[in-house]
């Protein structure tokens, strides 16, 4: 087996339903898609999509411009031996981990066409056959929240994301109780700021919601910020955007900071890097979830597949977008939420997709 040619696709992903978070709203990512060409004709498939060039310091135009460094740099390689393709992808670029997870990720779906294995077998196999999942309720009045809260328990969501941040803190606290107030015996609340209070404010916060049971995911910028939180604050914290590598991972587990994790596969680099991040979390009992930022059902499936493989009791849920943008690539088997939880693609091998060459129209790049 060997990389012949790698074809680049950018696509409008445009949200549906208002999505905001601290520092954005999310109106229409451009969503990158890579197709990897075995020299026998097997396609390989790879997305990644930022939600905002808020979120992580990433952008979708810069997602495509870095396939220019990195897709020349794995041509002529063997798709299955996943370590030479992400050693070459460090050498020849650092950082831009978005465009490597987006090769990375085609290369384990070309791996499993080949051997006609899912991407869930391959890295080790399901301890769950539906995954769940969590929705999240962005910023808004504390009627709306509630409202939302109480819809999406309706529909069998057990796992609600309460945005916050970018505004007075009294707002976030109406909304925070408006919530607790309707939540239901088994659903857990985890208030995602995306970095946006300061210490005091997230102090301030736990303080005045120290009768709830939630956590408290990112509510600060900086790991220094977050273990002020964690000292003077009243929930576990999860981290979300600064779980940048396995290192940072490995040093908020041994500091005692990180009660849990928002892990991002764009963020980490790919299912390789992910992969070796699940071990570390499952073996030191700290939960994590497996999501990214937007993308469709490429980078759901890649997602969901990780997250089948987390034990049950440690994991936090696959998020996909797909609720927000309601787009499939693959009708019948992209992946979707189903009563609280997201569907496995059936379609076959790999990532268990069925796609259509050429659907995505003409590639924005070539790469032979
Ligand atoms: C909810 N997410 C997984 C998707 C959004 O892009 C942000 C992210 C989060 O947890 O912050
Ligand atoms: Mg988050």
Request: glycine share 10%; net charge negative.
């Amino acid at each position: 087996m060997s990389i012949s040619e790698i074809r680049v696709y950018s696509i409008p992903l445009a949200a549906k339903s208002t999505y905001n978070m601290s520092n954005s709203t999310v109106t229409t990512p451009m969503s990158t898609i890579v197709e990897v060409v075995d020299a026998d004709g097997t396609i390989g498939y790879g997305e990644a999509c930022m939600a905002s060039p808020q979120f992580q310091p990433a952008h979708n135009a810069g997602i495509v411009s870095s396939l220019s460094v990195l897709a020349p740099s794995i041509i002529g390689l063997d798709p299955t031996k996943l370590t030479v393709v992400n050693a070459a992808m460090s050498s020849a670029m650092t950082g831009h981990t978005e465009g490597k997870a987006a090769l990375d990720i085609a290369c384990w779906d070309l791996m499993g066409k080949k051997l006609d294995m899912s991407i869930v077998d391959l890295l080790g196999g399901a301890r769950m056959t539906d995954v769940v999942t969590y929705h999240v309720v962005g910023i808004g009045s504390p009627e709306y929240a509630a409202g939302e809260a109480e819809r999406l328990q309706n529909e069998g969501i057990t796992r609600i994301q309460l945005k916050a941040g970018g505004r007075s803190i009294h707002d976030d606290i109406e909304s925070i109780h408006a919530v607790a107030d309707v939540l239901r015996p088994g659903t857990d609340l985890a208030v995602d700021t995306n970095r946006g209070w300061s210490t005091a404010e997230a102090i301030h916060v736990s303080a005045a919601c120290s009768n709830i049971t939630m956590s408290m995911e990112q509510p600060c910028a900086t790991e220094a910020e977050l273990h002020t939180v964690k000292a003077h604050g009243h929930h576990p914290i999860v981290v979300d955007e600064n779980s940048t590598d396995i290192g940072a991972v490995a040093r908020m587990i041994s500091s005692g900071l990180a009660d849990g994790f928002g892990l991002k596969i764009t963020r980490l680099g790919g299912l390789t890097a992910m992969r070796a991040v699940r071990d570390l979390c499952m073996a030191t009992r700290t939960p994590m979830s497996s999501d990214d930022a937007w993308g469709g059902d490429i980078i759901a499936a890649a997602g969901v597949a990780l997250g089948a493989t987390l034990d049950p009791q440690f994991s936090r849920g696959a998020w996909i977008a797909h609720p927000y943008h309601q787009t499939h690539y693959d009708e019948e088997n992209g992946p979707r939420i189903d009563d609280g939880f997201v569907t496995m693609p059936s379609g076959g091998a790999g990532l268990g997709l069925q796609i259509t060459e050429g659907q995505f129209g003409d590639p924005v790049a070539v790469y032979r």
